[in-house]
């Protein structure tokens, strides 16, 4: 196992300070620099550059990360091998899972509580981001295991489909555009519409269902972006305007009546959700046993 200098020096990496390593770790600023100091004198050299108030490693540091992210994998796969050597459900270890706002948000909580029942000895934690700050915390290994909206061609990410779904238009029940069975592509031009923010994988099936059109985002009358799922939802509420929403998202107000789909002629979102994993990490046994259990949920075939 790693030793405590070791998940000192880990956290002062990601943070880029020791105050910060500090309150993650619980310990007083001091302690950290004692940590770093005593490596520094077991590998007789400096691990960090300091200029200011900012650090960087240096090129020992670099060597020292690398080897160490590979320890800690390797530890993390140990653990989990002795543990299910006899029996699944004995599975031992720590996953840290990164998904996208619609995942993490109407798709993967099911999964979440059903797999925490059935492994409750696996320590799970989520990160919610948009799907390009889930690539970013992944090659960055603040993540273990990525859910993310649409396939990404990374030489360092490996990305295997999860499920489908669509992104629809909605308006308020309260809107003036209920009044249409349909709205061709010039009338959508036209009108009003709110729309999520950049990175988002909402936005970019929107943009890429838009293209196949020859429209582009721009040529759109966007009067909001909002960051966030749950914001666009409300905002489309409160307002009169067109909002490009996840279906999954927004079944109790469709049911409810308070939100109305829409109909665009000759418009279809379909986006697809993907689990990413850094390049050679797709076969960790806790990486393969989350996504075959979420699968299973989903009824996706395996």
Do not use: W
């Not at 029940?173 to 349909?182: F, W």
């Not at 970019?204 to 009358?221: C, E, P, R, Y």
């Not at 909001?224 to 996840?246: H, R, S, V, W, Y």
């Not at 998202?249 to 990413?276: N, W």
């Amino acid at each position: 196992m790693l030793s405590f200098k070791h998940e000192v020096f880990l956290e002062v990496v990601r943070q880029l300070s020791y105050t910060k390593a500090s309150q993650i770790l619980y310990i007083s600023q001091p302690a950290v620099t004692k940590h770093i100091q005593q490596l520094e004198a077991n590998y007789k050299t400096s691990l960090f550059d300091r200029k200011g108030n900012s650090i960087s490693l240096t090129e020992v540091g670099k060597i020292l990360y690398d080897y160490l992210l590979q320890a800690k994998n390797l530890e993390k796969q140990l653990d989990f091998e002795i543990s299910t050597h006899f029996n699944n459900t004995d599975a031992r270890g720590e996953l840290r899972l990164g998904a996208s706002t619609t995942v993490a948000l109407y798709i993967i909580p099911p999964v979440l509580s059903g797999f925490r029942k059935s492994f409750p000895s696996v320590q799970l934690s989520l990160l919610n981001r948009n799907s390009e700050n889930i690539l970013t915390a992944l090659l960055n290994h603040e993540i273990d295991l990525g859910i993310i909206e649409g396939k990404k061609k990374m030489p360092r990410v490996k990305s295997e489909h999860f499920l489908t779904d669509e992104v629809v238009p909605v308006c308020s029940s309260k809107s003036d555009l209920t009044k249409k069975s349909s709205i061709t592509l010039k009338e959508l031009k036209e009108t009003a519409v709110a729309l999520r923010e950049r990175g988002s994988g909402t936005l970019t099936a929107l943009k890429s269902a838009l293209a196949s059109k020859s429209i582009k985002l721009t040529d759109l009358n966007v009067v909001m972006q909002l960051g966030g799922t749950e914001a666009l939802k409300n905002f489309i509420l409160a307002d009169e305007c067109i909002g490009f929403l996840p279906m999954r998202s927004i079944t109790k107000e469709l049911a409810a009546g308070e939100l109305v789909r829409l109909f665009i002629d000759d418009l279809s979102i379909i986006r697809h959700f993907y689990f990413v994993h850094r390049q050679g990490e797709e076969q960790r046994g806790l990486h393969k046993m989350f996504v075959r259990y979420a699968k299973t949920h989903y009824n996706v075939k395996l």
